[in-house]
Structure formats: structure tokens, C-alpha cells
């Protein structure tokens, strides 16, 4: 069993940044990938950013991003911890929507797909 916790939203305006935080907890010795999702009122959820390494102890660890927050977002894993970022930079209006930490064992077929683990999410508001 694993939990995961979002934190780190909140309301800002149009070009502002914010840094995201999920910390996993419980049997995570065997995760590989996190990732971060999103969902908009009124929309589907979607992929944004994902994270994958070799064990909890990995700094270093490969990315992919939706294209839509490429240039603007870094994922990124705190060494030594089951915690990831989501460093969100140059804000729109669009970015608006509750933001979800993910988790997964084994890469499976995609980035974006096959999540095991999922968080409760937390708000992110951005203001024209």
C-alpha cells in the first residue's frame, strides 16, 4: 500500500510560479515512476509531467512532459526521499485545475498510463 500527498497550491496571477510537492509514503520501495496529472472543471483529466528512476535513493532520473507545459514546468525527485516537485513557471490561466500526484512499479506501456497510486490532489488558481 502507498499514499501519496499533494501540496503547494494555491491562487497567484499570470506569470507567477509555484512549486508543487507529493511525498510518498508506505511500500515504496518498489516504485519507478511518478507523475502529475491534472483536471480542469468541466474537462478530462490529463497528463502534464512524469518522473522515472531505479530506486528511492536515485537523484538523477529521466522526464517527460505534455507538450502543453513544455518549457514552463520541471519535474524533478528529492534525493533520498519518495517526494517529487513540480516546479510550474510562467503560469497561465489555462494551468488552472486541480493537480494530482501519481505513482506507479514499473513503466508499463506509456508515460501517461497504468497508474497504480493516486493522491487526493491539491489547487492551483491562476488569475488573468
Known amino acids: 500500500q502507498v499514499q501519496l500527498v499533494e501540496s503547494g497550491g494555491g491562487l497567484v496571477q499570470a506569470g507567477d510560479s509555484l512549486r508543487l510537492s507529493c511525498a510518498a509514503s508506505?511500500?515504496?520501495?518498489?516504485?519507478?515512476?511518478m507523475g502529475w496529472f491534472r483536471q480542469a472543471l468541466g474537462k478530462e483529466r490529463e497528463f502534464v509531467a512524469a518522473?522515472?528512476?531505479?530506486?528511492?535513493?536515485?537523484?538523477?532520473?529521466?522526464?517527460y512532459y505534455a507538450d502543453s507545459v513544455k518549457g514552463r514546468f520541471t519535474v524533478s525527485k528529492v534525493y533520498g526521499k519518495n517526494t517529487t516537485y513540480l516546479q510550474m513557471n510562467s503560469l497561465k490561466p489555462e494551468d488552472t485545475a486541480a493537480y494530482y500526484c501519481a505513482a506507479k512499479d514499473r513503466m508499463g506501456s506509456s508515460w501517461y498510463e497504468d497508474y497504480e497510486y493516486w493522491g487526493q490532489g491539491t489547487q492551483v488558481t491562476v488569475s488573468s
Open positions: 508506505g511500500r515504496t520501495f518498489s516504485m519507478y515512476v
Open positions: 518522473i522515472r528512476w531505479s530506486g528511492p535513493t536515485t537523484y538523477y532520473g529521466t522526464t
